[in-house]
């Protein structure tokens, strides 16, 4: 059983890093934020809730994320562990957890500097069939404004990616989820990475931090 939760600012990489992971360590990723997205284009009871929150940059009540979180780890996928990316995000989240018997093996806080952070939200693009995620500088699609995974087209910019919904969310992150950082540095798992340079340079950062 391996349990990894990957922490960072709006942009620092986690869902690219998360994807590496996923493919070392054969667990699933369980990104929140993926999670309610999918709950508010599904139009469901949840989705319709998270909704106002997340058009607005602000974090979704702990009660939503928490249920959502506690039906997702018992799917037959995680049996042997997962990697939590954008969970928890406040110390009542993170309380959840213990209630629920969730130890955490290794926290990875992915380090960027703000300017990088805004450079990397506003040029990315996904696809809006299969999620791949893209970067209009970094990591461009072969094709222009077409997926390599599944050839859909146009590519996708994510609402809450505008200049003023980025800057609400690196103020969330600043309030209620970088106390984290000392939070688990003080349980002793966790680890930190400098986020900036090739993404394939960072797994292997990863994980020569993680031992493996
Ligand atoms: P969420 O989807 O979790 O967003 P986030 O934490 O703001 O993180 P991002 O997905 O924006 O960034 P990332 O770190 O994954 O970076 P990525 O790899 O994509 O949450 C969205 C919203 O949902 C929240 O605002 C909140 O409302 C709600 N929510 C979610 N979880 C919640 C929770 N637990 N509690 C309450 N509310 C919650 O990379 C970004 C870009 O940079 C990409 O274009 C990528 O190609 C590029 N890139 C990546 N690595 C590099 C690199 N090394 N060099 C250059 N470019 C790079």
Same mark, same amino acid.
């Given at each position: 059983?391996?349990?990894?939760?990957?922490?960072?600012?709006?942009?620092?990489?986690?869902?690219?890093?998360?994807?590496?992971?996923?493919?070392?360590?054969?667990?699933?990723?369980?990104?929140?934020?993926?999670?309610?997205?999918?709950?508010?284009?599904?139009? %469901?009871?949840?989705?319709?809730?998270?909704?106002?929150?997340?058009?607005?940059?602000?974090?979704?009540?702990?009660?939503?994320?928490?249920?959502?979180?506690?039906?997702?780890?018992?799917?037959?996928?995680?049996?042997?562990?997962?990697?939590?990316?954008?969970?928890?995000?406040?110390?009542?989240?993170?309380?959840?957890?213990?209630?629920?018997?969730?130890?955490?093996?290794?926290?990875?806080?992915?380090?960027?500097?703000?300017?990088?952070?805004?450079?990397?939200?506003?040029?990315?693009?996904?696809?809006?069939?299969?999620?791949?995620?893209?970067?209009?500088?970094?990591?461009?699609?072969?094709?222009?404004? %077409?997926?390599?995974?599944?050839?859909?087209?146009?590519?996708?910019?994510?609402?809450?990616?505008?200049?003023?919904?980025?800057?609400?969310?690196?103020?969330?992150?600043?309030?209620?989820?970088?106390?984290?950082?000392?939070?688990?540095?003080?349980?002793?798992?966790?680890?930190?990475?400098?986020?900036?340079?090739?993404?394939?340079?960072?797994?292997?950062?990863?994980?020569?931090?993680?031992?493996?």
């Amino acid at each position: 059983m391996k349990r990894l939760m990957m922490l960072g600012p709006p942009g620092a990489g986690k869902g690219t890093q998360a994807q590496k992971l996923v493919e070392a360590f054969e667990i699933p990723q369980i990104s929140t934020g993926d999670l309610l997205r999918a709950a508010k284009r599904n139009g %469901t009871e949840l989705g319709k809730q998270a909704a106002p929150f997340m058009d607005n940059g602000k974090l979704v009540p702990d009660a939503l994320v928490i249920g959502m979180v506690k039906e997702r780890i018992t799917l037959p996928d995680a049996k042997n562990g997962y990697i939590f990316d954008g969970f928890p995000r406040t110390r009542t989240q993170s309380e959840a957890l213990d209630e629920m018997d969730v130890v955490l093996d290794h926290v990875i806080s992915i380090e960027v500097s703000e300017p990088e952070l805004i450079r990397r939200l506003a040029g990315r693009r996904s696809c809006k069939e299969c999620k791949a995620v893209y970067h209009l500088e970094f990591a461009p699609p072969t094709k222009a404004d %077409t997926c390599d995974k599944c050839g859909c087209s146009p590519l996708i910019q994510r609402s809450d990616d505008q200049p003023a919904k980025i800057k609400q969310r690196l103020i969330e992150y600043a309030a209620e989820t970088s106390p984290l950082i000392e939070f688990y540095q003080g349980k002793g798992i966790l680890v930190q990475i400098d986020g900036e340079g090739d993404p394939k340079e960072i797994k292997k950062r990863i994980q020569s931090a993680l031992g493996t």
